[in-house]
């Protein structure tokens, strides 16, 4: 295999996140039955307000609603290579709100900024709390939350 | 079998799912149906349709470079399968939104072939301040491998419509 430092970015370690630093990440995504339906159907998350059309057209909002679990990993995954690629684990999740509905159809954009930085109980390795935001096409807020994860320092793993 | 559509319906008794509001006693512990056994391929799709690009969710050699035995499963999915086997315990018969997840704890890595199951405690059910026809309830969901281990803990509120609940409670309007 490959030397592991070029398997992921150079600069997604520990050092390189400053408390503060906000990040508008590159890439959106489209929610449709492969994600919601297929996910909410994968997990064995039974209600049907996400995946019966019929029942939910007589509703307000008139369509299924994406599960917001799904939702917040989208904004998670989007968020991923540019804050968790180095990570050794992820350790938590906190604050999650799912602040707007989110129907088929609407995309997903996520930013993020570093809130904490602090030593682990291992040298090679340090926490970071990151902070992130799921916003709609419209620019409406849907979902934000904390992830903490514990990254690779680059003195320890730069040249492994 | 031929049958009448209309006789059909009137001969059927409707079988309803999940709990309302009232069914829930604050400290009660609710252990969830079915379990789910994660397999590789159910944390490769995963980790790939929400783009979560760390190689620790789908390169094995990268992983075991990194001590693990195999690809690690994504903490996300790991959370969304916990969560799921709650549900018609816990939300589906409430009708109401998730509200939040707070002091979420991945305590161990899940590995494929994996198997999980869930409980949750009842932790509090209060009326909304807003609206007297409106109640959030908050429980706690924990998550457990075949060994007995737990894998994560995390907190959850819905809020519950108590009319939309009774409705679906009755049949809803099939």
């Not at chain 1, 180095?86 to 799912?98: F, V």
């Not at chain 2, 994996?114 to 309830?137: C, F, M, W, Y």
Request: hydrophobic share 35%; proline share 3%.
């Amino acid at each position: 295999m490959s030397k592991l430092a070029n398997l992921t970015s150079s600069d997604t370690y520990f050092e390189d996140f400053e408390v503060g630093q906000t990040i508008r990440h590159a890439r959106g995504k489209t929610i449709t039955n492969l994600e919601n339906v297929n996910f909410t159907n994968m997990v064995m998350n039974t209600a049907q307000g996400h995946f019966n059309e019929h029942m939910m057209s007589k509703t307000p909002l008139g369509s299924v609603i994406s599960y917001g679990g799904v939702n917040f990993s989208i904004v998670l995954g989007l968020a991923s290579q540019d804050t968790i690629e180095n990570a050794l684990a992820e350790i938590g999740l906190d604050q999650i709100r799912l602040a707007f509905p989110v129907v088929h159809g609407d995309t997903l954009f996520a930013y993020s900024r570093v809130l904490e930085k602090r030593d682990a109980d291992r040298e090679d390795a340090g926490i970071v709390v990151f902070q992130h935001w799921g916003l709609n096409q419209d620019d409406k807020l849907v979902a934000e939350l904390q992830r903490t994860a514990l990254i690779k320092r680059r003195s320890h793993w730069a040249d492994k | 079998m031929a049958i009448d559509v209309n006789e059909l319906k009137a001969s059927a008794t409707y079988r309803p799912r999940g709990r309302l509001y009232e069914e829930f006693d604050v400290g009660e512990t609710i252990y969830h149906h079915w379990g789910r056994t994660i397999t590789e391929s159910d944390t490769i799709e995963f980790t790939h349709l929400t783009l979560s690009y760390n190689p620790l969710y789908f390169n094995r050699e990268y992983a075991k470079a990194l001590g693990h035995p195999d690809i690690v499963v994504n903490p996300q999915l790991v959370f969304n399968v916990i969560l799921g086997l709650t549900v018609e315990d816990c939300s589906e018969g409430i009708a109401g939104p998730f509200l939040g997840v707070y002091e979420l704890t991945y305590h161990q890595p899940v590995y494929p072939g994996d198997t999980l199951t869930a409980q949750s405690v009842t932790l509090e059910k209060r009326l909304s301040e807003k609206d007297p026809n409106k109640g959030i309830v908050t429980w706690h969901s924990e998550g457990f491998n075949q060994k007995g281990e737990r894998v994560l803990d995390f907190k959850r509120s819905n809020l519950s419509d108590f009319k939309a609940a009774k409705r679906m409670r009755e049949g809803g309007d099939r």
